[in-house]
């Protein structure tokens, strides 16, 4: 034990020693680890297949990222960004109603268990929420039969009939797959904007009040500006989630791929690592710029 | 905010629109549970019938007998056990790191204790398997296990550091004064103070690894990991209802160590 | 309870307890401390006293082992503390915020330092229930410090402290944190405590009137440096600077033509409140007193004593404090808008080397 003594003595002489000590192994499994791997795929991506060969050619050059560019991959991206955006504004929207009342009317355990109420499916097991929604859009599911009660049948074989967002079915067709991605993310929209609204001072509504706004004014002038930090961060959430997904997709889209699915396949059978690895960069240079803006915003001060 | 809670003021009604709003939110959210426990009890073999045609509870004993279900759920409970354990021993290290002194790069540092989780799963993932493949280390339930680390880490580094930051510093000082050196420290005062931050950030981990399935997907190779097998069965309507008690019994297990989770750590949220 | 062995307080043979010669501590930009060197006299009660960020809270830190100089030495007993961590110093602290571990019992709290250094259980039962005797407060010991009182807690501080008896006991504003009553009770115990136990007590305030109180010698701090070191009745009557004659107590400058028409020359000079005088308007000057004739501004009434401020003919505006003796709040109070002389004996006005 007096060994251990004088080596915390040591340390204690030397700090800086001690703190390269205990930074080591976290920095060694990240920095080297992750940093590493996302270097190494960075790499890749300059590297590219060869169609002939099917061998993968470690030379440095564009030549995948003119692949990227072809009109079937640029439609890809395209689709998912789209399907990105729509999420986020969806969950906004939801997330909003609840949020507010959260933050200013309801009582300190009311709020506590709509927290509760909102935490819980978020950590309930993602792949399982997904689940879910192929069950409740089956054909033959909970919704149709919903929809046939209350004689909605028509509209229900209206919207499958639209081309780009219908199908042969809800749960295999983009607006299933929507509204799968709304329901899995929410509560990741939801949190951000509650503890911005949270923060903000009930005086300085009072304030608005006592200057002769009324209280859509002071919603729009007031409240708004001030929950756009968390609604930033929440929609970093929501739109990073949404463009690297592949499970959502996959278990309730159709045939029209989205970059997850994209990478997945692409790096599987395919082989085309490089491909897949340009793929990648997409969503990462979208939410760089995203999170660029996001701190213009201060939403960071949110999280 | 504590002044509003201790002020005695009349909280105003909400207008009847917003807790419509708010209720439909809810049921949104939470009534998709309800609807799959329904069917772990319908006859119907493909299960998405609704009405249901009639009522068992065969599928629970189905779902028990069947080898692979097992297997998974070992798989994943093994996975979970590893990460999180080394999760707590780096996360608490990092943490300690960056709260106990100033030094170069320690903004780099919290930005990448970030990354893993503000990266898209699937970067996170096809990175990963790319340097696998490139040092050439085949797919085990090591791989799977390294890719879970990495997330992990930072749910415990992000509750081991805020309960720090809640932590005097003169518990250290004033252990020190009375003659206890580094490590009689930390086991004496430091690890009591930071006990219910570990285990939260350990559940929460275990939680996050136990359901993950977009980097598992690329960072294992035969290995089925439960949320694995899970997705495996999506696209095959054969004995769904056992998909379907295997689903509730992901989410229980998942929801109670959060559920204890967010208990733990309800002082340090600031209530 | 058997006293801890040491020389009775104010003075001893053999090394100064603590001793400091022209330590610095630098932050970067700021410099906490400024070249200090002090020497705190073995069994002596002495305290740091100073506005805050004058440097004594660091300075203590430094005694304590937190922190390290950048520049100078630090002797304790004679022997050099550099590179000593805190836990082998023979030096102990009570924290301002106190710093009971919340997790452990009253007891346990107390038995820390024995117990780290590995006293066996009944002696170590023993003292504790000693050093809680010694604070008065016997029989908490299974309660947890959450259940405690502000008061409770400090004099818990004090007993896990002083278990491990120290040859010095280091207090960071211990009274800080207790409304005024219990404050001036503690302030007696404390010094008598000291008294009984005979141990070095370096205690750090902002509060004159505590170190006045408390205090065999004080040092008085200001950016960083010693102003003055000297016994309370040394600092109080003999200020060596306007700074200390200021922070200790309140005190009236005079400087130039005001001074020169009152005291007969303008050499800058300062004044104790209370040893100024109100007489009537009329009166000639009492001998070898300074003063004039002036005009009451303001009237505070404080029931013991009731504070005047006077404008004076001479330019100048000067507090007086009068004892409310043989003055009731109503006279008092009517004095406002008064003519009136003030007046002090000249060997009250004591010279200074710098203006305020």
Known sequence: MSSLRSLSTFLHRRPRLALGLLLLPPVLWLGVVYLGSLGALLLQSFFHLDGFTGQVVRRLGLATYRDLLAPAHLDIARRTVAMAALVTLTAILLAFPLAYYAARYASPRARALLTLAVVMPLWSSYLVRVYFWKLILAREGILAWAFARLGLSGVLEGLLALPGIGGPSLSVSPIGTYLAFVYVWLPYMILPIQAALERIPPSLLEASADLGARPGATFRRVVLPLALPGVAAGSIFTFSLTLGDFVVPGALGDSSLYIGQAVLAYQGTAGNVPLAAAFTVIPMAVMALYLWGAKRLGAFDAL | MPSEATRPRDRPRAPLALELAVGAVLVFLHAPFAVILLYCFTTEDASFRFPPPGLTLDWFAVAWGREDVWAALGLSLRVAAAATVLALVLGTLAAAAVHRSRFFGREALSLLLVLPIALPGIVSGIALRSALGLLEVPFSPLTIVIGHTTFCVVVVYNNVLARLRRTARSQVEASMDLGAAGPETFRFVVLPHLATALLAGGMLAFALSFDEIIVTTFTSGQQETLPIWIFNQLTRPRQRPVTNVVAVFVVLATSLPVLLAHRLTREDAGR | ?356
């Open chain 3, 1 to 356: 309870m058997t006293p801890i062995p040491g020389p009775a307080s104010g003075g001893g043979n053999g090394p100064p307890a603590v001793r400091l010669v022209g330590v610095s501590r630098t932050f970067g930009e700021v410099r906490a401390l400024d070249g200090v060197s002090l020497e705190i006299r073995d069994g002596e009660f002495f305290s740091l006293l100073g506005p805050s960020g004058s440097g004594k809270t660091t300075c203590l830190r430094l005694v304590a082992g937190f922190d390290r100089p950048t520049a100078g030495t630090i002797e304790l007993h004679g022997v050099s503390a550099a590179g000593l961590p805190p836990y082998d110093r023979d030096v102990n602290t009570v924290f301002q915020d106190y710093a009971l571990f919340p997790h452990m019992s009253v007891a346990e709290n107390v038995a820390y330092g024995l117990r780290v250094r590995k006293v066996p259980r009944d002696e170590r039962a023993r003292r504790v229930r000693e050093a809680l005797d010694l604070v008065r407060l016997p029989g908490v010991g299974d309660r947890r410090p959450a259940a405690l009182s502000g008061g409770q807690r400090q004099r818990v501080a004090l007993a896990r402290a002083l278990v491990n008896h120290p040859r010095v006991l280091l207090l960071d504003e211990p009274l800080g944190a207790l409304d005024l009553k219990l404050r001036q009770e503690m302030q007696v115990e404390l010094k008598a405590l000291q008294r009984r136990v005979g141990i070095t007590f370096v205690h750090v305030t902002h509060d004159q009137e505590e170190a006045l109180a408390m205090s065999d010698r004080l040092a008085v701090f200001r950016d960083g440096r010693v102003e003055q070191v000297g016994s309370p009745a040394e600092v109080y009557e003999e200020p060596a600077s306007a700074f200390v004659a200021d922070f200790v107590g309140t005190s009236n400058f005079l400087a130039g033509e005001a001074a020169a028409a009152l005291t007969g020359s303008p050499a800058p000079i300062t004044v104790r409140p209370e040893k100024l005088r109100l007489l009537e308007a009329g009166a000639s000057l009492p001998g070898d007193s300074c003063g004039g004739p002036g005009t009451v501004s303001d009237v505070v009434y404080l029931g013991v004593l009731t504070r005047y401020r006077v404008e004076m003919d001479a330019g100048a505006a000067l507090a007086v404090v009068e004892q409310n003796r043989d003055t009731t709040s109503a006279e008092a109070l009517s004095a406002r808008g008064r003519r009136v002389l003030v007046a002090w004996p000249r060997v009250h006005g004591r010279p200074l080397r710098e203006g305020p």
